[in-house]
C-alpha cells in the first residue's frame, strides 16, 4: 500500500465523531512492514526445520522460546508478559481501566507448520501496538497480546484448549491429564514451560475481554484469486473431532491363522474406508480426515494389537455437521470385525457467526487504508471461536499463497501480511479509545 493511498484515506477523515481516531491518530501511518516482517522470520528461527517451516509444539520447549522473545519485545515496549494456569500468555499493555481490549492467536504450529499460521496474528497484534505507542495514544483500557495454548491439537487432542479454557467451555481439569504420544501430560508439559521461563509471572485464569480481534493467514486460495489483500471473517465453519481406538490382540505373522486373528490394524483400515464411504459428498462441502494413525506394537512381523486413530469432521451447516457427526461410531462399529473398538468424541463445535458490528469495523477500516477486502467464512478453526461466546469478536484474514497451509511451503507476500498488520492496528486502536458498545 501506498503513503499516497494513505494519505488520501486521511483526508476523507477530516469530520469525525468524538469516538473515533483522527487521521493523525491512526497507527496505521506508524505499521512497519520490514519489522513486521522480521519479526515474523526471527520467530520462524525458533523450531525452524529444514525444509523451510516450523516445528513448535505446544508446549514444547520451542514454545517456550518463542514466549520469551514475545516477552523480550513486549519488554522493550512497556508491556508486562504473564501466563495462566492454562498455559496461555498475554503480554499487557496497562492502561485505561476496565475490560481488556485482547488480540492475538497462538505460537504453536503444526509438525511440518509454516512460518504463518498463527504467529502472524500474535505479531501483527504487538506490531499494531507498537504503533498505537508510536502515534502517542492513551488508550482508554488495557490492551493485551495473547498467545493462546495448543492451538493446533497436534501434540495434545483436541486443538484450541487453552481458549477453550480461558473461554470456559472447558474446565481446565479437563485438559491437565490429556497425554501426547510420549505419554507427557498438558500438567506436565505446563510445569516444564513455567520452570523455562521462571520470570513470567502468572495471572489469573480467564476474564472478560472488551472484545476480541484475531488477525491470521487465510489458508485458502479465495483472497489470492481474487486479488484481495483482506478477507472479513463471517464465522468460522463447525468441527467436531473424535479419537478411535481399536483393541485387537498381539500374535505372530508366520502362525497365527486367520481365523485366530484379532488384526486391530485391518479393522482400522476398514473402519477408515466405511467412514470414507458413509461421509461421502460429492459436492466436497463435508471435509473428513483422519490425520492420525498410530499401530502399536507396529513391527513387521506382529499382527497390530491397537490401533489409535483420529477423525476430524467439518461442515458449514451444523445441522448436518451434526448428522454426519452421529454417522461415526455406528460405521466403526460396523466394521469392526473380531476386534473390539471404541469412539470418543473429543470436541464438537457448532459453525458460527461473528457480530456484524464488529465486521463493519473491519470493513471501515479497510475502506478507509484503500484495501480491497471481501466477506468469506473461514473454513479452519481458530481461537476466536472460543472468545465469541464471551465477548465481541472479530477475525481477519490475509491471503495465503495458492492456499498451501499445514505446510512447510506456506507463504503470504509480505505487502499483505503489513496490510493486514494495518487494518488490525487501525481497528484495535478504535476499540481502544471506544467509549461504548464494541
Ligand atoms: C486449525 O489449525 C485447524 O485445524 O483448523
Ligand atoms: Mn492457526
Ligand atoms: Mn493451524
Known amino acids: 500500500m501506498s503513503a499516497a493511498v494513505l494519505a488520501g484515506a486521511s483526508s476523507l477523515m477530516t469530520e469525525q465523531p468524538s469516538n473515533e481516531l483522527r487521521s493523525n491518530e491512526l497507527p496505521s501511518r506508524r505499521v512497519s512492514q ?6 515474523l522470520m526471527e520467530m520462524a528461527r525458533i523450531g525452524a526445520t529444514v525444509s523451510g517451516g516450523v516445528d513448535r509444539a505446544a508446549l514444547s520447549a520451542e514454545d517456550a522460546a518463542a514466549q520469551a522473545l514475545m516477552a523480550q519485545w513486549g519488554a522493550s515496549l512497556g508491556l508486562r508478559a504473564t501466563r495462566d494456569a492454562a498455559g496461555n500468555f498475554f503480554l499487557r499493555w496497562e492502561a485505561g481501566a476496565g475490560a481488556p481490549l485482547v488480540s492475538g492467536s497462538h505460537l504453536d504450529s ?3 507448520g509454516g512460518r504463518y499460521d498463527g504467529v502472524f496474528g500474535v505479531i501483527a497484534a504487538l506490531e499494531a501496538v507498537q504503533a498505537m505507542q508510536e502515534t502517542g495514544l492513551a488508550p482508554r483500557r488495557p490492551v493485551e497480546i495473547v498467545a493462546w495454548m495448543n492451538e493446533e491439537g497436534s501434540r495434545f487432542a483436541p486443538g484450541m484448549m487453552g481458549a477453550a479454557v480461558y473461554g470456559g467451555a472447558r474446565a481446565l481439569a479437563d485438559i491437565l491429564p490429556v497425554r501426547d504420544q510420549a505419554g507427557i501430560s498438558v500438567e506436565a508439559a505446563l510445569a ?14 480467564g476474564g472478560t475481554p472488551y472484545a476480541y480481534v484475531e488477525a491470521h493467514i487465510e489458508q485458502g486460495p479465495e483472497l489470492e484469486r481474487a486479488h484481495c489483500p483482506i478477507g472479513i471473517v463471517s464465522g468460522i465453519q463447525g468441527k467436531h473431532t473424535f479419537r478411535v481406538t481399536v483393541r485387537g490382540e498381539a500374535a505372530h505373522a508366520g502362525t497365527s491363522t486367520r481365523a485366530e486373528r484379532r488384526d486391530a490394524l485391518l479393522a482400522a483400515t476398514a473402519m477408515v474406508q466405511a467412514l470414507a464411504r458413509v461421509l461421502h459428498d460429492e459436492a466436497d462441502v463435508t471435509k473428513f480426515t483422519v490425520g492420525r494413525f498410530d499401530v502399536t506394537p507396529s513391527a513387521p512381523s506382529v499382527v497390530a494389537s491397537q490401533v489409535i486413530f483420529s477423525v476430524d469432521l467439518r461442515h458449514p451447516d451444523s445441522q448436518e455437521l451434526r448428522r454426519l457427526s452421529a454417522l461415526v461410531a455406528p460405521a466403526c462399529e460396523a466394521a469392526a470385525g473380531p476386534c473390539e473398538v471404541e469412539v470418543s468424541r473429543l470436541s464438537a463445535a457448532d459453525s458460527l457467526a461473528f457480530p456484524a458490528a464488529m465486521r463493519a469495523r473491519l470493513r471501515a477500516a479497510a475502506d478507509r487504508l484503500g484495501l480491497a477486502h471481501r466477506d468469506l467464512l473461514s473454513a479452519a478453526g481458530h481461537d476466536a471461536r472460543y472468545l465469541h461466546p464471551i465477548c465481541p469478536s472479530a477475525m481477519l484474514f490475509v491471503p495465503s499463497r495458492d492456499g498451501v497451509t499445514h505446510n512447510e511451503a506456506e507463504f503470504t507476500e509480505p505487502a499483505d501480511l503489513y496490510a493486514g498488520a494495518c487494518v488490525l492496528a487501525d481497528v484495535l486502536a478504535e476499540l481502544a479509545m471506544s467509549t461504548g458498545q464494541p
Open 110 to 112: 503444526q509438525p511440518t
Open 192 to 205: 516444564s514451560t513455567a520452570a523455562a521461563l521462571p520470570g513470567i509471572a502468572t495471572r489469573p485464569l
Open 34 to 39: 520490514q519489522r513486521l516482517v522480521g519479526r
